[in-house]
T-cell receptor, first 115, second 109 residues
Framework: NAGVMQNPRHLVRRRGQEARLRCSPM?????VYWYRQLPEEGLKFMVY????????ESGMPKERFSAEFPKEGPSILRIQQVVRGDSAAYFC?????????????FGNGTRLTVT | DQQVKQNSPSLSVQEGRISILNCDYT??????FLWYKKYPAEGPTFLIS?????DKNEDGRFTVFLNKSAKHLSLHIVPSQPGDSAVYFC????????FGAGTRLTVKP
């Protein structure tokens, strides 16, 4: 499967624990985007990364959330000390480069449930 | 800051009729517009797009119209089929991509 791979598909965490969501972009894609979909809401942009660089993190909450896209390995979205409000579906998308009139390709998401 | 808006959360249409989904945007810098379709428990799937230099793009049963002066985008599906039932997201891009809140389309047999 050469598509965007996200794991785990489902993640359950207790309040105060850490959540790590992983995203492997499509082969040949060096740009990764993270979006969050809260229940009954649309896709909210969180962060845009290129290999080893954060390009735009204007949608990321200032505290507890961080993202990285190392030279080797998947992109990681990390949520520390999770709260119930973090329960959502988190989608990753990738592109081969700058969005120059080309669509994003999405993974199937990680559904985070905080109990 | 909601730069892309879909004001209709849901739409119900009879099979065979036309579905029209609407989208408005506020940022005049957007130069590329897209529609995505999303089924439950899956990621959004790209459907159709249009560049800001055009006002219409057609692909089979799907047509996207762009009115730059009104900052308005629409997706027409004709004829609608029950398999088209999904949530449709409008998106706009300049550098990164912003999405609307989605419209849930139900096509009744």
């Amino acid at each position: 499967n050469a598509g965007v791979m996200q794991n785990p598909r489902h993640l359950v965490r207790r309040r105060g624990q850490e959540a790590r969501l992983r995203c492997s972009p499509m082969k040949g894609h060096s740009h990764v985007y993270w979006y969050r979909q809260l229940p009954e809401e649309g896709l909210k942009f969180m962060v845009y990364l290129q290999k080893e660089n954060i390009i735009d993190e204007s949608g990321m909450p200032k505290e507890r959330f961080s993202a990285e896209f190392p030279k080797e390995g998947p992109s990681i979205l990390r949520i520390q000390q999770v709260v119930r409000g973090d329960s959502a579906a988190y989608f990753c998308a990738s592109s081969p480069g700058l969005l120059n009139n080309s669509p994003l390709h999405f993974g199937n998401g990680t559904r985070l449930t905080v109990t | 800051d909601q730069q892309v808006k879909q004001n209709s959360p849901s739409l119900s249409v009879q099979e065979g009729r036309i579905s029209i989904l609407n989208c408005d945007y506020t940022n005049s810098m957007f130069d590329y517009f897209l529609w995505y379709k999303k089924y439950p428990a899956e990621g959004p799937t790209f459907l159709i797009s249009i560049s800001s230099i055009k006002d219409k793009n057609e692909d089979g049963r799907f047509t996207v119209f762009l009115n730059k002066s009104a900052k308005h985008l629409s997706l027409h599906i004709v004829p609608s089929q029950p398999g088209d039932s999904a949530v449709y997201f409008c998106a706009a891009s300049v550098g990164d991509m912003r999405f609307g809140a989605g419209t849930r389309l139900t096509v009744k047999p």
